[in-house]
């Protein structure tokens, strides 16, 4: 008993350590496991994703829903709605930490389930209670060994539904292995039950019925027995009764689920370990290597004496490891389920081995005993150290909490940071982004009707709120970009490095950022390189290798020169509005303008004077065409604050009004706040070079350059300069270099060959006509230019005859193309051909400004023929 409840206190310490100290971060898959339990408080059970079945939603909701009641109970909070919304805008954390709670308890429970199957397989044939089966030695073995496994403990303190899984799955086994000795109808339907719990967890869990078919067959009985059909049907109506619009929207689970196999197959990050990763990796780090290979003994133990429980066991084992790893997404956490059953297998065989030993009359009943302690210390020493660390990392504060903690003491609050690294390992500051994202999913579930109950009630005016510049739109530039430092004004650059994928920032970004910030903090979690982690999980905690001394990535915050920290108001009303016009804005990029209308008329009675409100509107105006309107709000922003994209957003108005003296006003004016961004000076050359000022246009593009040398744009405006200046050499490296970073624009390509061909260099103008002829196939006036080089640059009228066929096909009505075409014939003797191509386009076109042209060439061939 004293044994029992030392193991059981170990396994809790560990688990739970990192939930007592708060450190632990949130991890990215957590969102999902949070959000929609949620939303289910809302009335609707239906979970609106499927990736998962709902059973886990359905329980972590309830939880919630206990814990809204004892609230209630002592007067603490309002509605469900109100209860809901704090802990999705104000405190996620805390429906964070009850779902994480829940798994603490899974896995806790799971320690125990391991002992009672470990007691269970040594029991053998004899009938023993599930407290005699707990306490054996096996019991206790199996317990223990469960207490500090690496995996069990990583895993257990976040909300997931691994730890679920792992307890039913547990549970599942030793129903079926009572099918050895019951025979009875209402096993089989117990069996099948727990089966059905399992897949209504996660699919894979479905794979344990394996466990069910190998008891049957094993007991010899027949595959065609009612008993085993009952068993299956009860755990498919189990399954839809815990999971039920996986049937009653059967077309999107479907769709749904087919999505997830294909991407399992497929893999992630160009890594595939194949189906051997979990098994030599994974299971050797989480139970050490000597009880990993202990483990192995006793398979092939079971297999060569074949003892008919624990190769159910093995069966279960099997079938679960092929359902989580048959795939190339192999995160460490799938196999969770096949952990239990691996070390109820080995403490069987342990105390097994002890018995023969002592029957045998080579050990005495004590020394048998003492064999069996001395062998559990040596195989828990391995994992108990580990496990120790990962306790240890999981209650220590991270890297990214460390960070967290220096920007909210050293960056006012509202201003805008450029996080680069990957969303996965960004540093958990309050954002904007974040709040608008839980904002939309809690009124797409409770509505928007009243927001009044969202606004002060559990706001932490401690809790400064900051803009993160990389999100779903800027995704691509995660890995570091000076251009969005500039165009987002910056004021602070957050970098995250490490060796898993989730963490990579371009090796030339530092230098760049040198010449552009001064770093400022540095946050180190020590020697990771040394450390062992999957690399499929954005989870920082190694799972072997134990040199760093906290978790996380390594961070650098920068300070930009250039940019200053903008404080915005703090109060839950003017963050709510924020959240408004976030929505408005992507209304509007949807196309739905009246429901972008109505968010930004709330967001500005809440917040008159939000800014990014009256920028959304200004871009809806300009975009319907009413630029008269769309500058007066720029101009309002510009009265109430210095605002550098309300300044370019009147220039590009300018722009479209042909008026480039006013744009290279507000130009000018915008690049006094952004010096150093080069889409400023590319705009700005470009209105130079309108009203005529070549030579600044050119100055302003070289500048452009060299604060980004890889800029296509202003490559290609300075090379068309250039050339339309009557300078194609000079012009030729830009205009190259344009179609080298954008190798899909096809205006590039056209203005690379126009140069060519005027620099003397005919055979490469075509081939790069060519390059734009593979990106638009239906352009006319590439064909006409590839034909007329061929023609009469290089005198192959042959090889342009085929494109002035082309182009006469998408252009029949062009005159020039009619003319040069019907001479290539004429040059390669195939009169009639040219005659008739003339006759058919006086024919079709009579009233052609060029039919008298066409009339006196066709005059010509027949006269002289």
């Given at each position: 008993m004293a044994v029992l409840l030392i193991i059981v206190a170990l396994a809790t310490g560990l688990r739970s350590w990192g939930l007592l100290s708060g450190e632990l971060v949130w991890h990215p898959d957590e969102r999902v496991m949070v959000v929609y339990p949620l939303n289910m408080l809302s009335g609707d059970l239906n979970p609106h994703i499927f990736s998962y079945p709902a059973f886990h939603f359905y329980s972590v909701a309830g939880v919630y829903g206990v814990q809204y009641l004892l609230q209630a109970a002592i007067g603490a909070g309002g509605g469900v709605a109100e209860w809901v919304a704090q802990c999705y805008l104000w405190a996620p954390e805390t429906a964070r930490d009850i779902a994480r709670w829940v798994s603490v308890v899974y896995s806790v429970a799971t320690v125990v389930a391991v002992g009672l199957l470990a007691g269970r397989l040594a029991a053998g044939v004899q009938v023993v209670s599930c407290w005699q089966a707990l306490t054996s030695m096996a019991g206790l073995v199996a317990a223990l060994l469960a207490s500090v496994n690496v995996l069990l403990i990583r895993q257990a303190p976040l909300a997931a539904t691994d730890p679920a899984l792992a307890f039913w799955f547990v549970l599942a086994v030793l129903a079926a292995l009572k099918l050895n000795r019951f025979e009875g109808l209402r096993q089989y339907l117990v069996a099948g039950a727990a089966?059905?719990?399992?897949a209504a967890i996660k699919y894979p869990g479905a794979s344990v019925a394996a466990g069910v078919v190998a008891v049957h067959l094993l007991s010899g009985r027949r595959i065609t027995d009612r008993r085993l059909w009952a068993a299956g049907a009860v755990s498919i109506l189990v399954f839809l009764l815990l999971s039920p619009y996986t049937l009653l929207e059967f077309s999107k689970f479907r769709e749904i689920f087919l999505f997830e196999l294909n991407n399992a197959g497929e893999g992630r990050w160009g890594l595939r370990y194949g189906p051997f990763h979990q098994l030599t990796e994974t299971l050797r780090h989480a139970a050490g290597l000597l009880a990993w290979l202990g483990w192995f003994v006793v398979c092939g133990w079971t297999v060569w004496k074949r003892p008919t429980l624990q190769l159910v066991v093995l069966a279960a084992t099997l079938t679960?490891?092929?359902?989580?790893c048959w795939g190339n997404v192999v995160f460490a956490r799938y196999v969770l389920p096949v952990v239990p059953l691996q070390l109820a297998l080995l403490a069987d065989g342990i105390v097994r081995g002890s018995r023969?030993?002592?029957?045998?009359?080579?050990?005495?009943?004590?020394?048998?005993?003492v064999l069996i302690c001395a062998v559990t210390t040596l195989l828990v020493v391995q994992p108990g150290y580990g496990a120790w660390h990962v306790a240890r990392l999981q209650g220590s504060q991270d890297t990214r909490s460390a960070a967290r903690d220096w920007v909210e003491r050293h960056v006012p609050p509202g201003s805008t940071l450029c996080n680069f690294g990957g969303w996965a390992g960004d540093t958990q500051l309050n954002t904007f982004e974040h709040l608008w994202w839980r904002f939309t999913r809690y009124t797409r579930a409770f509505g928007e009707r009243n927001l009044e109950h969202l606004t002060e009630r559990g706001f932490d005016r401690d809790s400064p709120y900051y803009f993160y510049a990389v999100g779903t739109i800027t995704e691509?530039?995660?890995?570091?970009?000076?251009?969005l430092i500039h165009a987002r004004e910056c004021s602070h650059v957050i970098l995250h490095e490490h060796p898993l994928p989730y963490s990579q920032i371009d090796t030339l970004l530092r230098q760049r950022l040198k010449e552009e910030a001064r770093q400022v903090a540095t946050f180190d979690p020590g020697h990771v390189q040394a450390s062992t982690f999957d690399p499929m999980d954005a989870y920082y905690i190694p799972l072997a290798g134990w040199a760093v001394?906290?978790?996380g990535p390594r961070i650098e915050v920068w300070d930009v020169d250039n940019h200053r920290s903008q404080v915005n108001a703090q109060s839950a009303t003017s963050l709510l509005s924020r959240v408004l016009s976030m929505g408005a804005e992507t209304k509007a990029h949807k196309g739905e303008l009246q429901a972008a209308r109505i968010d930004l008329a709330r967001a500005r009675a809440m917040e008159p004077h939000n800014i990014h409100a009256l920028e959304v509107l200004a871009?809806?105006?300009r975009d319907i065409g009413d630029l008269q309107a769309a500058a007066s709000i720029y101009l309002e922003i510009v009265k109430l604050s210095e605002d550098s994209r309300a300044m370019e957003g009147?220039?590009?108005l300018r722009v479209q009004q042909g008026n480039h003296v006013r744009a290279i006003h507000w130009y000018k004016r915008a690049r006094r706040l952004r010096p150093r961004d080069a889409s400023l000076l590319n705009n700005l050359a470009a209105s130079y070079r309108a009203?005529?000022?070549?030579?600044?246009?050119?100055?302003?593009?070289?500048?452009?350059?060299?604060?980004?040398?890889?800029?296509?744009?202003?490559?290609?405006?300075?090379?068309t300069s250039l050339y339309l200046d009557r300078d194609p050499v000079q012009a030729l490296p830009h205009l190259l270099r344009a179609v080298e970073l954008s190798p899909d624009s096809t205006k590039y390509y056209r203005n690379a060959a126009a140069a060519h061909r005027a620099a003397g260099l005919p055979r490469q103008a075509i081939s790069l006509w060519e390059g734009a002829v593979r990106l638009d196939t239906l352009n006319a006036d590439t064909y006409f230019n590839v034909a007329h080089t061929y023609q009469y640059d290089l005198q192959d009228p042959e090889s342009a005859l085929g494109h002035w066929e082309k182009a006469r096909e998408l252009a029949p009505a062009d005159a020039g193309v009619i003319m040069h075409g019907a001479q290539a014939m004429l040059n390669l003797g195939r009169t009639e051909e040219a005659v008739t191509w003339l006759q058919m386009f006086i024919r079709r076109n009579p009233g052609h400004a060029r039919h008298g042209d066409m009339q006196t060439a066709l005059n010509k061939i027949e006269a002289a023929q």
């Amino acid at each position: 008993m004293a044994v029992l409840l030392i193991i059981v206190a170990l396994a809790t310490g560990l688990r739970s350590w990192g939930l007592l100290s708060g450190e632990l971060v949130w991890h990215p898959d957590e969102r999902v496991m949070v959000v929609y339990p949620l939303n289910m408080l809302s009335g609707d059970l239906n979970p609106h994703i499927f990736s998962y079945p709902a059973f886990h939603f359905y329980s972590v909701a309830g939880v919630y829903g206990v814990q809204y009641l004892l609230q209630a109970a002592i007067g603490a909070g309002g509605g469900v709605a109100e209860w809901v919304a704090q802990c999705y805008l104000w405190a996620p954390e805390t429906a964070r930490d009850i779902a994480r709670w829940v798994s603490v308890v899974y896995s806790v429970a799971t320690v125990v389930a391991v002992g009672l199957l470990a007691g269970r397989l040594a029991a053998g044939v004899q009938v023993v209670s599930c407290w005699q089966a707990l306490t054996s030695m096996a019991g206790l073995v199996a317990a223990l060994l469960a207490s500090v496994n690496v995996l069990l403990i990583r895993q257990a303190p976040l909300a997931a539904t691994d730890p679920a899984l792992a307890f039913w799955f547990v549970l599942a086994v030793l129903a079926a292995l009572k099918l050895n000795r019951f025979e009875g109808l209402r096993q089989y339907l117990v069996a099948g039950a727990a089966v059905g719990v399992c897949a209504a967890i996660k699919y894979p869990g479905a794979s344990v019925a394996a466990g069910v078919v190998a008891v049957h067959l094993l007991s010899g009985r027949r595959i065609t027995d009612r008993r085993l059909w009952a068993a299956g049907a009860v755990s498919i109506l189990v399954f839809l009764l815990l999971s039920p619009y996986t049937l009653l929207e059967f077309s999107k689970f479907r769709e749904i689920f087919l999505f997830e196999l294909n991407n399992a197959g497929e893999g992630r990050w160009g890594l595939r370990y194949g189906p051997f990763h979990q098994l030599t990796e994974t299971l050797r780090h989480a139970a050490g290597l000597l009880a990993w290979l202990g483990w192995f003994v006793v398979c092939g133990w079971t297999v060569w004496k074949r003892p008919t429980l624990q190769l159910v066991v093995l069966a279960a084992t099997l079938t679960g490891y092929a359902a989580v790893c048959w795939g190339n997404v192999v995160f460490a956490r799938y196999v969770l389920p096949v952990v239990p059953l691996q070390l109820a297998l080995l403490a069987d065989g342990i105390v097994r081995g002890s018995r023969y030993l002592e029957i045998s009359g080579r050990l005495s009943q004590r020394s048998a005993q003492v064999l069996i302690c001395a062998v559990t210390t040596l195989l828990v020493v391995q994992p108990g150290y580990g496990a120790w660390h990962v306790a240890r990392l999981q209650g220590s504060q991270d890297t990214r909490s460390a960070a967290r903690d220096w920007v909210e003491r050293h960056v006012p609050p509202g201003s805008t940071l450029c996080n680069f690294g990957g969303w996965a390992g960004d540093t958990q500051l309050n954002t904007f982004e974040h709040l608008w994202w839980r904002f939309t999913r809690y009124t797409r579930a409770f509505g928007e009707r009243n927001l009044e109950h969202l606004t002060e009630r559990g706001f932490d005016r401690d809790s400064p709120y900051y803009f993160y510049a990389v999100g779903t739109i800027t995704e691509d530039q995660a890995k570091g970009s000076i251009p969005l430092i500039h165009a987002r004004e910056c004021s602070h650059v957050i970098l995250h490095e490490h060796p898993l994928p989730y963490s990579q920032i371009d090796t030339l970004l530092r230098q760049r950022l040198k010449e552009e910030a001064r770093q400022v903090a540095t946050f180190d979690p020590g020697h990771v390189q040394a450390s062992t982690f999957d690399p499929m999980d954005a989870y920082y905690i190694p799972l072997a290798g134990w040199a760093v001394s906290t978790a996380g990535p390594r961070i650098e915050v920068w300070d930009v020169d250039n940019h200053r920290s903008q404080v915005n108001a703090q109060s839950a009303t003017s963050l709510l509005s924020r959240v408004l016009s976030m929505g408005a804005e992507t209304k509007a990029h949807k196309g739905e303008l009246q429901a972008a209308r109505i968010d930004l008329a709330r967001a500005r009675a809440m917040e008159p004077h939000n800014i990014h409100a009256l920028e959304v509107l200004a871009g809806m105006e300009r975009d319907i065409g009413d630029l008269q309107a769309a500058a007066s709000i720029y101009l309002e922003i510009v009265k109430l604050s210095e605002d550098s994209r309300a300044m370019e957003g009147l220039a590009l108005l300018r722009v479209q009004q042909g008026n480039h003296v006013r744009a290279i006003h507000w130009y000018k004016r915008a690049r006094r706040l952004r010096p150093r961004d080069a889409s400023l000076l590319n705009n700005l050359a470009a209105s130079y070079r309108a009203t005529g000022h070549a030579d600044t246009s050119r100055q302003l593009w070289q500048e452009a350059l060299a604060l980004q040398e890889n800029y296509a744009d202003a490559h290609f405006n300075l090379g068309t300069s250039l050339y339309l200046d009557r300078d194609p050499v000079q012009a030729l490296p830009h205009l190259l270099r344009a179609v080298e970073l954008s190798p899909d624009s096809t205006k590039y390509y056209r203005n690379a060959a126009a140069a060519h061909r005027a620099a003397g260099l005919p055979r490469q103008a075509i081939s790069l006509w060519e390059g734009a002829v593979r990106l638009d196939t239906l352009n006319a006036d590439t064909y006409f230019n590839v034909a007329h080089t061929y023609q009469y640059d290089l005198q192959d009228p042959e090889s342009a005859l085929g494109h002035w066929e082309k182009a006469r096909e998408l252009a029949p009505a062009d005159a020039g193309v009619i003319m040069h075409g019907a001479q290539a014939m004429l040059n390669l003797g195939r009169t009639e051909e040219a005659v008739t191509w003339l006759q058919m386009f006086i024919r079709r076109n009579p009233g052609h400004a060029r039919h008298g042209d066409m009339q006196t060439a066709l005059n010509k061939i027949e006269a002289a023929q």
